[in-house]
């Protein structure tokens, strides 16, 4: 699955990030690898092999320490209510605000974002993007 996926990529010039694998990353040409929160340890030995590594982060704290682990981005979540089944309690604008904020790294919102919800998070801070449009 990966390597189509890897191919699909490459002629799509679209990014492919491999989840919490970076051998298979490595293995099939993926842009980068993006880990759990609770994986950045292990990150940093793979720190400088890929275009791109992000991380998930659910609070403030976590977004804060993204730089110094090697991370280029975070995936912020949950900012809105939603109705996946691993949806946290949300953030709300004004904590995901400051987060995105007081971040090192580009910021991506995830969590209750819809075509409503995308512009005005768009407009509260200097969000990279969006991880899902529900």
């Known amino acids: 699955m990966a390597e189509r996926l890897a191919k699909l990529a ?5 990014t492919l990030l491999i989840g919490a694998d970076p051998r298979l990353a490595a293995a099939v040409g993926a842009d980068g690898v993006h880990w759990p929160e609770a994986c950045l ?8 092999r890929f ?3 992000t991380a998930s982060a659910h609070s403030v704290s976590a977004v804060c320490a993204a730089q110094p682990r090697g991370i280029d ?3 912020l ?6 109705a996946s089944p691993t949806a ?3 953030m709300g604008r004004f ?3 400051k987060a995105s904020r007081d971040a090192a790294c580009p910021i991506y919102a995830l969590g209750g974002i819809t075509g409503e919800t995308a512009p005005a998070v768009s407009r ?3 969000l990279a993007g969006v991880g899902k449009i529900e």
């Open 10 to 14: 490459f002629r799509g010039h679209f």
């Open 41 to 48: 340890l292990s990150a940093r030995r793979w720190t400088g």
């Open 51 to 53: 275009r791109l590594m």
């Open 73 to 75: 981005a975070r995936v």
């Open 77 to 82: 979540s949950t900012v809105f209510p939603s």
């Open 88 to 90: 946290s309690t949300p």
């Open 95 to 97: 904590r995901f605000r």
């Open 124 to 126: 509260w801070a200097g």
